[in-house]
């Protein structure tokens, strides 16, 4: 694995279009792009956060009726090549890793099936009530594990 100017270790498994199996498409906006014409690091996390959002959008209906939440506790994108409007963006979410109360978001950012762009979030799940880390479920586990990144 190469490691990203802050030394963080950007995972290559991130940029194939065919390890995902959930997709959600977002159009570039011009109020996405900064003064030089790029989208901005901003708009970046936005399409990784409707991604992720969308991936999680059952579990997270089912889970508050339960009482439990995801929060996200740790967020590192990887900016890989330029991107510029006008265009679009499929956003391609899998699973990376499952802990007892946690699990780590994979994500790659794809526009004419070329990699701009990776993510990987760290999800909590926590008690509504006490806020405090509580064990995913078996049932969600093996949802989760449905989408494991090769």
């Given at each position: ?126 008690d509504a009530e006490s806020r405090r880390p509580t064990p995913i479920s078996d049932e969600l586990r093996a949802w989760l594990e449905t989408y494991r990144i090769a």
């Amino acid at each position: 694995m190469s490691a990203s100017p802050t030394g963080y270790p950007a995972n290559p498994a991130l940029r194939i279009h065919s390890h995902y199996r959930h997709f959600e498409r977002e159009r570039v906006r011009w109020s996405d792009t900064d003064q030089i014409g790029h989208v901005n690091n901003l708009a970046f996390a936005a399409y990784c956060e409707t991604g992720r959002s969308m991936f999680m959008n059952q579990v997270t209906m089912q889970n508050r009726a339960l009482g439990r939440l995801f929060v996200v506790s740790q967020l590192v994108v990887n900016f890989i090549e330029e991107l510029h409007w006008p265009a679009e963006v499929m956003v391609g979410t899998g699973v990376m890793q499952i802990g007892r109360t946690s699990y780590r978001v994979g994500q790659g950012l794809f526009a004419n099936d070329r990699c701009f762009g990776t993510a990987e979030s760290l999800l909590v799940q926590i008690d509504a009530e006490s806020r405090r880390p509580t064990p995913i479920s078996d049932e969600l586990r093996a949802w989760l594990e449905t989408y494991r990144i090769a």
